[in-house]
C-alpha cells in the first residue's frame, strides 16, 4: 500500500503573515515510556522541570482568519512513549470557529501521522481545568497538593485518533471545516489536553523532534448570526462537509477569507457509554475514563440508548473506541425494539458486556443488522478501518454509513431514544488485540431541524 505523506504546507500559502512569534510555553508537559504498564513512570518536563528542555509557543496569523499556536519541540523517547500536553486558554472566550486543525507536524511543519506518532486523545473543552489533570501524579481527582477538584466538562471539542486510511487522505483528515454559514461560538475560554503516542515503523521513524500544532480559523463575521438549540461539532466522518480530509485544506491553504453569510452556531453533544465503578475508584480516574472491560481472548456485545432533551439534525457522528470494535449500529429507539434486553440478550451489569459465542458473531452481527433496517426509522452502521503499514497494523477512523446510505446525518427528536449497540473481538486474531476498551464520547455534529 502508499502511504500519503502530506507536504510541507510552511512551504505553500500557509506562511504566516508576519512571521512567528515565540515564548515560553506556558503550560504543562510530561512523558512515560512505561505507561501501558505503571502509570506512574511520569517524567515531567518543561516548565514544571525547570532543568529539562525549554519548550516554546509559536504564534501566528495567517491569510483566511487562521491563527496558528505551536507548541514544542519534543524529542523522541522511543516507541511506546506517551506525551501528555495541558494548556489553558487556547480558544478565547467569545471565540467562533469555521475550522480547525489538530495534529503533529515536523520542524518544518509537515503534518505527522500514525507511524509514527499516534493521537491517543485531544480533548478542547471548558468549566476545567486541564493543568490540574496534567499536574497529576496519575490521579486526577487530587493534584498533587493533596487538593480535590472537580472535572465537569462542557466539551467543545474531540479527536481520537480520526487519522483516515491512506485512501481517503491520510493524516490531512486531522483538520475539520463546518459547512458554509456554521460555525463554532465557544460562549467560555476553552483549554486542552491530549496525548501523543510514538508508534513508529521501519519505513516511518519519530522526527527527533516534533511539535504540536493547534490552528483555528475564525468565523466570517456574522451577517445575522443565529443561535440554534441541540446544534453539535464534533469531526465528520461521513466526507460530506467540504474540504475535510483534503491536504488543501488544512491551515487553510489555497483558501480566501470566507464571505459573510448568516451564522447558525454549533455545539457538542456527547453521549457517554455505562461505565464501572470499581475501575474508576482503582485507578482514580472516574471523571475521566467512562471504562469498562470487554471479555479478554473473546467476542462479546455491548448496548446502551440515551433519551434526547433537544430536538436538532446530526451532521456526523464520531463513535470512539479503542480498538476492538468489530462492527456498531446506531439507531433510533429503545434496545427494546430490536430484541435486546430480552432473552439471551441481557446484560448482568450496564457496563458488563455480553459474552458472545465466536461461531455465532458474524450471524449475530448479521442478525441485529437485519432487526435494525426494519425496525428503526433511523439506522446507521459504524466500521473502523485497519490499515496495515510496514507489517503493523493501525485502526483509522470508520466511516458510517446511515439508511444504507454513505454519511452519519440524521435526526433526533425530543424525548426520543437512540440506542448505540456494538460488537468486539479481542481474540489473538483480531487486529489490535489488548485488554481495555473505551466505549466512550459518542460525538455528533448536528443542525437544528428545520422547523426548530
Known amino acids: 500500500m502508499t502511504v500519503v505523506r502530506p507536504q510541507s504546507?510552511?512551504?505553500?500559502?500557509?506562511?504566516?503573515?508576519?512571521?512567528?512569534?515565540?515564548?515560553?510555553?506556558?503550560?504543562?508537559?510530561?512523558?512515560?515510556?512505561?505507561?501501558?504498564?505503571?502509570?506512574?513512570?511520569?517524567q515531567e518536563g518543561w516548565p514544571l522541570n525547570a532543568s529539562a528542555p525549554p519548550v516554546y509557543e509559536r504564534r501566528c496569523e495567517r491569510a483566511g482568519g487562521w491563527r496558528v499556536l505551536r507548541i514544542g519541540p519534543f524529542a523522541s523517547r522511543g516507541a511506546g512513549t506517551k506525551h501528555a500536553i495541558g494548556m489553558e486558554n487556547v480558544v478565547a472566550a467569545g471565540e467562533c470557529v469555521a475550522a480547525s486543525l489538530l495534529s503533529p507536524v515536523t520542524e518544518a511543519g509537515e503534518l505527522v501521522g500514525e507511524p509514527p506518532i499516534g493521537v491517543h486523545h485531544v480533548h478542547v473543552l471548558s468549566h476545567t481545568s486541564i493543568m490540574q489533570d496534567v499536574k497529576a501524579?496519575?490521579?486526577?481527582?487530587?493534584?498533587?497538593?493533596?487538593?480535590?477538584?472537580?472535572?465537569?466538562?462542557?466539551?467543545?471539542?474531540?479527536?481520537?485518533?480520526?487519522?483516515?486510511?491512506?485512501?481517503?487522505?491520510?493524516?490531512?483528515?486531522?483538520n475539520r471545516s463546518y459547512p458554509a454559514g456554521y460555525g463554532q461560538r465557544y460562549t467560555e475560554a476553552a483549554h486542552v489536553d491530549l496525548e501523543l503516542v510514538e508508534s513508529?515503523?521501519?519505513?516511518?521513524?519519530?522526527?527527533?523532534?516534533?511539535?504540536?500544532?493547534?490552528?483555528?480559523?475564525?468565523c466570517p463575521p456574522p451577517a445575522a448570526a443565529q443561535p440554534a438549540a441541540a446544534e453539535v461539532a464534533f469531526r465528520e466522518t461521513s466526507g460530506s462537509l467540504p474540504k475535510e480530509g483534503r491536504p488543501e485544506a488544512a491551515r487553510g491553504e489555497g483558501s480566501a477569507a470566507q464571505p459573510p453569510a448568516p451564522l447558525r452556531y454549533l455545539a457538542p453533544y456527547v453521549w457517554a457509554s455505562p461505565f464501572?465503578?470499581?475501575?474508576?475508584?482503582?485507578?482514580?480516574t472516574c471523571p475521566l475514563n467512562f471504562t469498562f472491560h470487554v471479555p479478554e481472548k473473546a467476542t462479546s456485545a455491548l448496548w446502551y440508548s440515551v433519551r434526547h432533551r433537544e430536538g436538532g439534525r446530526l451532521l456526523s457522528f464520531d463513535l470512539h473506541t479503542h480498538e476492538h470494535l468489530v462492527t456498531a449500529f446506531i439507531f433510533s429507539g429503545r434496545p427494546e425494539s430490536v430484541g435486546l434486553n430480552s432473552g439471551g440478550w441481557r446484560l448482568a451489569q450496564p457496563w458488563l458486556p455480553l459474552a458472545v459465542p465466536p461461531a455465532s458473531l458474524p450471524g449475530s452481527i448479521a442478525e441485529f443488522g437485519e432487526k435494525v433496517a426494519a425496525a428503526s426509522p433511523t439506522a446507521c452502521t459504524y466500521q473502523p478501518t485497519v490499515e496495515e503499514v510496514s507489517g503493523a497494523r493501525f485502526v483509522r477512523r470508520g466511516y458510517p454509513r446511515c439508511n444504507g446510505t454513505a454519511g452519519s446525518s440524521f435526526a433526533v427528536a425530543q424525548g426520543e431514544y437512540t440506542t448505540v449497540l456494538g460488537f468486539f473481538d479481542t481474540r489473538p486474531s483480531a487486529s489490535l488485540p489488548k485488554?481495555?476498551?473505551r466505549f466512550q464520547h459518542f460525538g455528533c455534529v448536528s443542525r437544528p431541524l428545520d422547523w426548530l
Do not use: I, T
Not at 200 to 218: C, G, I, T, Y
Not at 276 to 284: H, I, T
Open 9 to 42: 504546507l510552511d512551504a505553500a500559502s500557509g506562511r504566516c503573515d508576519a512571521g512567528w512569534r515565540e515564548s515560553l510555553f506556558s503550560g504543562a508537559y510530561r512523558s512515560n515510556r512505561e505507561w501501558w504498564s505503571d502509570n506512574l513512570a511520569w
Open 137 to 174: 501524579w496519575g490521579f486526577p481527582l487530587l493534584d498533587r497538593h493533596g487538593r480535590r477538584f472537580h472535572y465537569h466538562p462542557q466539551w467543545a471539542d474531540h479527536r481520537h485518533g480520526g487519522q483516515c486510511d491512506a485512501a481517503r487522505g491520510g493524516v490531512a483528515c486531522m
Open 200 to 218: 513508529p515503523v521501519e519505513s516511518l521513524q519519530v522526527p527527533p523532534r516534533f511539535w504540536w500544532e493547534m490552528s483555528f480559523q475564525a
Open 276 to 284: 464501572d465503578m470499581r475501575l474508576c475508584a482503582l485507578f482514580g
Open 435 to 437: 485488554r481495555v476498551e
